[in-house]
């Protein structure tokens, strides 16, 4: 090599190792040749879409489906504020402790609590969807929000999708969802071939019926049970009914939830409110083919991972 080409090869070499000494306040470069630029995240969810550093640390729960998930993805650790002022059901119960701050309910988040924390990811759908806006001044905030009418398995994949895609966890999701899959499909085997069913609810001493568009639709959707009948509200707490028009619909199967016992209020019992000669008349109650969900699954954790094979394996063991 002549002078010339070594003095180059030698001053290529000296800018190299240049390069390999700067600090990381003047240059972000790592071994693999990225910059931190190129670990950012970018994740799309119910109101948009969120930019990320890269995967979440300091994680702000507002949504217990979602806390449950988190969980189910080996991410407890970085959870550092819950919405515990609503109550925490016995699935989530460990999560009430003192470790993780109390940051609100679900419906009427603490803001201030939330930014002491200095979140970089926060959790927000469902009952706490509508503060996604101004939770996002804080730190990037997703909605996990999504349709029933997309089916059960679907919502619960694009709910979990969101947060796996937030915290580097898609590989472990893919495990999760495949249980999730499995329950469902274990469930439906034990759906009896042409039985119909009704989704009521008890809350406050009322009754209300629930249909293909609400949340108790993987009951149709997913496991196969034809709506006893086919004209309910797609209202959150359901479609007001009458002992009467249960006893006319006379359903096969009955899936009745106790909301005032999911959200811990005093009132009659579910069976006590439905206990009457009207409904004892149907075929459900006479079969004794009544079956009364987990109201903090099916009414307040519903998407979470874990929680969503519980629900099936319930159905799959009461039928």
Known sequence: MNL?????????AGTL????CGTPSTDNTNAAGGSESATAITVKHAQGSVELDGAAE????????????????????????????????????????????????LQEPDFEAIAALEP???????????????????????????????????GVKQSATILAEATGTTDELETQLKEVSDA???????????KNAMVLMTSG????????????????????????????EAEAHGDAISFEAIQQANPDV????????????????????????????????????????????????????DNAVEMMNQVANEL
């Open 4 to 12: 010339t080409k070594r003095l180059i090869a030698a001053a290529a």
């Open 17 to 20: 190792a240049l390069a390999a």
């Open 58 to 105: 300091r994680i702000v729960v507002l949504d217990h489906g979602s806390l449950d998930s988190l969980n189910a993805l080996g991410l407890a650790d970085k959870i550092v504020g819950i919405a515990k002022g609503t109550r925490m059901s016995d699935p989530v119960k460990d999560f009430a402790d003192d470790k993780y701050e109390n940051v609100g309910t």
């Open 120 to 154: 970089d990811l926060i959790v927000a759908g469902f009952r706490s969807a509508k503060q996604v806006p101004e939770l996002s001044k804080i730190a990037p905030t997703v909605d996990v929000t999504f349709d029933y009418k997309g089916g059960f398995y679907e």
């Open 184 to 194: 469902i499909a274990a469930a439906k085997e034990k759906v009896p071939a042409g």
């Open 205 to 232: 001493g009322k009754v209300s019926a629930h249909g293909t568009d609400s949340r108790y639709a993987a009951l149709y959707d997913d496991l196969g049970f034809a709506p006893t009948i086919s004209d309910v």
């Open 254 to 305: 009955m899936f009745v939830v106790d909301r005032d016992a999911a959200i811990g209020e005093e009132g009659a019992a579910a069976k006590e409110v439905l206990d009457n000669e009207l409904v004892a008349s149907t075929k459900a109650w006479t079969n004794d083919d009544v079956v009364y969900l987990d109201g903090a699954r099916w009414y307040i954790l519903i998407h979470g991972l």
